[in-house]
């Protein structure tokens, strides 16, 4: 839920500014680019994610006696993509305003 909320907090803004950014003729490919970003960026926020996890639990089956670890592993995914995600707001709010005139007057 949780997620879901996030990411349609987050979706809706982002596109309008990337779509807002770009002339109507390469809009586009301004949606395939941040789309196959969005792809891009779940997988290798799973594969970061799976290498904690192997680098803290190690290669064992998860069962009730490897729960401290699953803890720790999943404590440390959280201050990974916490930081992660700190980066891109600060990326994010130092960009400043990118829009000029509105899409629909640029030709």
């Not at 770009?22 to 301004?30: L, M, R, W």
Request: with cysteine; aromatic share 8%.
């Amino acid at each position: 839920m949780v997620l879901g909320l996030g990411y349609g907090i987050f979706s809706s803004p982002n596109m309008n500014s990337i779509m807002s950014s770009v002339e109507n003729k390469q809009a586009g490919i301004a949606s395939a680019t941040a789309a196959t970003m969005r792809v891009l960026g779940q997988n290798l926020s799973m594969a970061v994610t799976m290498v904690i996890f192997s680098m803290v639990i190690g290669t064992v089956i998860i069962t009730p006696g490897v729960t401290g670890e699953l803890l720790s592993a999943t404590h440390y995914a959280f201050i990974v993509f916490g930081f992660l995600c700190a980066t891109g707001i600060w990326f994010s709010a130092v960009r400043g305003n990118l829009r000029g005139e509105p899409s629909d007057q640029r030709r």
